[in-house]
């Protein structure tokens, strides 16, 4: 069992940038791999990110590529979601998740924090 708690959100202009935080708890963090996931008003929740249990390698949902970075840190059990260039499409509530898998299988996400506002507005 694994229990997240994402921080990060806020409001934020076009071409601005944020930095999202997900704190896990649980001893196997090392285990799971990690992504982020984030739903807008009216659309069905969509992957955005994902990075295997040993930070070896990354995926991308192709709207946030070259703009987002995701990252890990085992040693803190806690994965960041960097992004960049933000555009008013991104505004979502966003999620962190956790996988029991050590790589990247979009649909075994089993463990989901609460989420977080992003809101990219002038």
């Known amino acids: 069992q694994v229990q997240l708690v994402e921080s990060g959100g806020g409001l934020v202009q076009p071409g601005g940038s944020l930095r999202l935080s997900c704190e896990a708890s649980g001893r196997t963090f090392s285990n799971y791999a990690m992504g982020w996931f984030r739903q807008a008003p009216g659309k069905e929740r969509e992957f955005v990110a994902a990075?295997?249990?040993?930070?070896?390698?990354?995926r991308y949902a192709d709207s946030v590529k070259g703009r987002f970075t995701i990252s890990r840190d085992n040693a803190k059990i806690t994965v960041h979601l960097q992004m960049n260039s933000l555009k008013p499409e991104d505004t979502a509530v966003y999620y962190c998740?956790?996988?029991?898998?050590?790589?990247?299988?979009?649909?075994?996400?089993?463990?989901w924090g609460q989420g977080t506002q992003v809101t990219v507005s002038s």
């Open positions: 998740a956790a996988s029991p898998l050590r790589y990247i299988v979009v649909a075994r996400f089993d463990y």
């Open positions: 990075i295997t249990a040993s930070g070896g390698s990354t």
